[in-house]
Nanobody, 125 residues
């Protein structure tokens, strides 16, 4: 499975951005896809995830109510709509997928076995 993320950029506080991640591979079959982020000097942290088949979602408390994750199974794509962005949302955002854990959205980096390249989101104050 290969993951290609896009959509990052520079936005003012209070603005919005939409990240997309397209998955490819001859046998694409995953249980969950997720977004993580890593700010300078900090560890990579869970942002949001979605069950690929059932569509249930999970969010970090810091983004709940502002970010929305969704998937398009036909396009093998997951998106992260980010609204009301804050300077503390500034980070490199990574798309991830896993095919090992069928129940519940995993929230740890080690639980994901496929990663895309990061896309930088910068929120200015």
């Amino acid at each position: 499975v290969q993951l290609q993320a896009s959509g990052g950029g520079l936005v003012q506080a209070g603005g919005s951005l939409r990240l997309s991640c397209v998955a490819s591979g001859r046998r694409f079959s995953v249980y969950h896809m997720a977004w993580f982020r890593q700010a300078p000097g900090k560890e990579r942290e869970f942002v949001s995830g979605i069950g690929w088949r059932a569509g249930y979602t999970a969010y970090a408390d810091s983004v709940k109510g502002r970010f929305t994750v969704s998937r398009d199974s036909g396009k093998n794509m997951v998106t992260l709509q980010m609204n009301s962005l804050k300077p503390e949302d500034t980070a490199v955002y990574y798309c991830a997928a896993e095919d090992q854990r069928p129940l519940g959205v995993p929230r740890s980096t080690h639980e994901y076995n496929y990663w895309g390249q990061g896309t930088l989101v910068t929120v200015s104050s």
